[in-house]
């Protein structure tokens, strides 16, 4: 069995903006519809925190302050995924609170429990979510770990292809 992991959240004019992460919008939706159509778990990974920031990285605090933008809070606009990116009945959705899907979640338990053996790995950002979620999986001995590089992205090209 495959997995696929996304975080497309809606940033534009944000601070969390991916600015090349839009472009790939189209591949991530026809990734998911192949696997869903193979009969592939979906598992969307998605940034809620804390409104007060109570649950951020230590140098994403100043965000979440009075007054501050509080890019990815549960709830907020910044928590949602973009248009075309729908979770479905079915699908598993997972909060995360860190760079990786595993860390601090209980991920690696819920693939071991539906028999996971193998994961594709699909969204942004490749040099932070991306990368830290594969060396997890890795870490943990997945058999197969695939970062679809059409259906992956970072805020420029450049850093995209440099952390492939």
């Known amino acids: ?56 990285e230590l140098f994403r605090r100043h965000l979440y302050g009075d007054g501050k933008p509080k890019p990815t809070s549960k709830g907020g606009v910044g928590a949602e995924l973009v248009d075309g990116l729908v979770i479905q009945e079915g699908d598993y959705k997972l909060v995360k609170t860190r760079f990786s899907a595993f860390f601090n979640t209980n991920l690696h338990s819920y693939l071991q429990g539906i028999g996971v053996t193998n994961l594709v790995v699909i969204g942004v950002q490749t040099p932070n979510c991306i990368r830290q979620t594969v060396f997890d999986a890795v870490a943990l001995d997945y058999q197969h770990v695939t970062v679809i590089i059409d259906a992956t992205a970072a805020a420029t090209p450049d850093i995209h292809i440099g952390n492939r």
Do not use: F, Q
């Open 1 to 56: 069995m495959e997995e696929n992991s996304c975080c497309c959240h809606r940033y534009a004019g944000a601070p969390m903006l991916v600015r090349d992460g839009e472009a790939i919008v189209p591949n991530v939706i026809k990734t998911v519809e192949v696997a869903r159509n193979r009969g592939i778990p979906i598992i969307w990974v998605v940034r809620e925190h804390d409104p007060l920031g109570r649950d951020v």
